[in-house]
């Protein structure tokens, strides 16, 4: 069973362009998340989805990011006119989404590492 | 004020050496906590979770959560250079939605 997979692994943007970060969640996982690492700090959440649906984006910065997860096909995190802060590693989680009450462990992928120039 | 605070290390010990890492944590309404493991340059991968206070053991690894304290901890028993890594503590309001890091502690088990 594969587990979550990131591509690009490594990323490397001029600023102003554009940055495209896919994710494919574990077989059967429904529910997908992107945390961003910066050097010297921890994780920090981003935003959390569903198939077709934005459930918490209360860490996604207001301007030039975004995220989608469509019906079919990986989860997207988009970067728009990238600077230099956005260099970081970017980490995409998986989750079963199963409804149940029980805990559900967030298996993490091995992350892209974006670096703007 | 970080909502969860984690000292970063790095911290070096030998090989055999019980360690110890710690975090602490500023919001009553956190109910899971988690530790994740974090080799270089890979993804992190979850070592242990609890659910409120009390202890938890898996092997080499146990985990306490004292919430009166909001103080989290992982210890890590007979301790192998394999064990290099950072370790993040984690938490979580409820069983899905977002977890808060920590910022990682650093760990070196020299041979």
């Known amino acids: 069973n594969a587990g979550v997979m990131q591509n690009p692994r490594h990323l490397v943007r001029r600023r102003g362009q554009e940055a495209r970060l896919r994710c494919s969640p574990m077989?059967?996982?429904?529910?997908v998340y992107w945390y961003r690492q910066l050097p010297e700090e921890g994780l920090k959440f981003m935003v959390y989805?569903?198939?077709?649906?934005?459930?918490?984006e209360s860490g996604m910065p207001k301007e030039r990011f975004s995220a989608e997860f469509p019906k079919e096909g990986p989860s997207i995190l988009r970067i728009q006119q990238v600077v230099r802060g956005d260099s970081a590693a970017y980490f995409c989680?998986?989750?079963?989404?199963?409804?149940?009450?029980?805990?559900?462990?967030?298996?993490f992928g091995p992350g892209t590492r974006l670096l703007v120039l | 004020q970080k909502e969860v605070e984690q000292d970063p290390g790095p911290l070096s010990v030998p090989e055999g050496a019980i360690v110890s890492l710690n975090c602490t944590y500023s919001n009553s309404a956190f109910q899971y906590f988690m530790w994740y493991r974090q080799y270089s340059r890979k993804g992190p991968e979850l070592l242990m979770y609890?659910?409120?206070?009390g202890n938890k053991e898996d092997g080499r690894f146990t985990a306490q959560v004292d919430k009166s304290s909001k103080y989290i901890s992982l210890f890590i028993r007979d301790s192998q250079p394999s064990d290099s890594a950072t370790y993040l503590c984690a938490t979580s309001y409820n069983q899905g939605g977002k977890l808060i890091f920590g910022q990682g502690t650093e760990l070196s088990v020299k041979p």
């Open positions: 609890t659910y409120s206070s």
């Open positions: 989680a998986s989750s079963p989404g199963s409804g149940s009450r029980i805990w559900e462990t967030q298996y």
């Open positions: 077989k059967g996982h429904s529910h």
């Open positions: 989805l569903q198939k077709e649906n934005i459930i918490d």
